[in-house]
């Protein structure tokens, strides 16, 4: 019998990845490839990156392969409905229709397909529920934190629609960060990777990257630790006012900039857990699992739990 397998995109701020996912969540390794995107990219480079690594899922899979359907994870905000995003990020692309240039594409090979868009933060969420360290939790807001920070919600076992969930436009007190949207009081002007090494160069740290930083809090570096102990403070109140307004047990964080340390998610968890409210404080925080592939299962997961999402076929 043939192999069932999705094709999952994963578009953000410096990045689109894409690879074929097969039923148990797992990414085939050989379809999997990845193209810068970011502010400094045309509209023609960010079409043709998109193009470039379904090309290459495609081509590399299995012989045996049924490709079934399409999942799209995307930086927000986005219309799912209309398949259009307008990532922050990304400037270029506005009410862009990137679900009708995949379909376009992929119509010559696979024929119609089903092709279901959503947020990153979505993605997170579904992963996390999916096969990652929240499985089947019913009550969960999943996190990015990474270029930008982004989340969602399952909340009674159902995602919340649209751009529900999306908390790193929380504003944070006692924090000021870099502009972002006419902002600097944004979680995600304060907390994302990019931002933090930015407030960290204002203390006198000379890196560059979320890599060197992490290097640094390895090794013991004052003002590195200040930059991670202000993430885990920023991003606790961001969750702390996120779940006194929706019912939630399970706080699944992941993204490339949450892995700059280990420590990062059990502080971020201590700044939850002092919350003077019980229905706050007892909420537990984790890691989402699944590591760098957890937007790709996520992506994948909008057609094979579309059930969570309220898609069909």
């Known amino acids: ?47 043709a990156a998109v193009l470039a690594v379904v090309d290459h899922a495609l081509s590399n899979a299995p012989e045996s392969a049924t490709i079934i359907g399409v999942g799209i994870a995307a930086a927000g905000p986005v219309d799912e409905q209309a398949g259009t995003l307008s990532p922050i990020n990304i400037p270029q692309w506005r009410d862009y229709p990137l679900r009708a240039l995949i379909v376009e594409r992929i119509r010559e090979t696979l024929g119609d397909k089903p092709v279901h868009f959503h947020r990153d933060g979505v993605a997170i969420v579904l992963a996390a529920h999916w096969r990652g360290n929240a499985a089947g939790v019913n009550n969960l807001l999943g996190m990015v934190i990474s270029t930008g920070i982004g989340g969602g919600f399952i909340s009674g076992g159902r995602v919340l629609a649209g751009n529900s969930g999306h908390i790193g436009q929380i504003q944070v007190s006692g924090f000021t960060g870099e502009l972002s949207i006419g ?37 013991g570096d004052p003002i590195a630790r200040r930059a991670v102990i ?42 939850v857990n002092s919350h003077p409210l019980d229905y706050v404080s007892r909420v537990r925080v984790i890691d989402a699992g699944l590591a760098e592939t957890a937007p790709l299962t996520g992506a994948a997961a909008l057609v094979y739990r579309r059930d969570l999402v309220g898609l069909h076929p």
């Open 1 to 47: 019998m043939a192999d069932e397998l999705v094709l999952a995109i994963d578009l953000g701020g410096t990045k689109v990845e894409a690879a074929l996912v097969d039923p148990d969540g797992a990414v085939l390794a050989a379809t999997r490839s990845r193209a810068p995107t970011g502010a400094g990219s045309s509209t023609t480079d960010l079409d």
């Open 183 to 219: 902002s600097r009081t944004t979680l995600e002007s304060v907390a994302s990777g990019p931002h933090t090494v930015a407030w960290a160069n204002t203390q006198g740290w000379t890196g560059r990257t979320g890599e060197e930083l992490a290097a640094a809090y390895r090794d």
């Open 230 to 271: 202000r993430v885990s403070e920023a991003v606790g109140q961001a969750i702390c006012s996120a779940c006194a307004l929706v019912e939630t047990d399970v706080v699944a964080i992941g993204g490339g900039f949450s892995q700059v340390t280990p420590d990062l998610v059990p502080m971020i968890a201590q700044v």
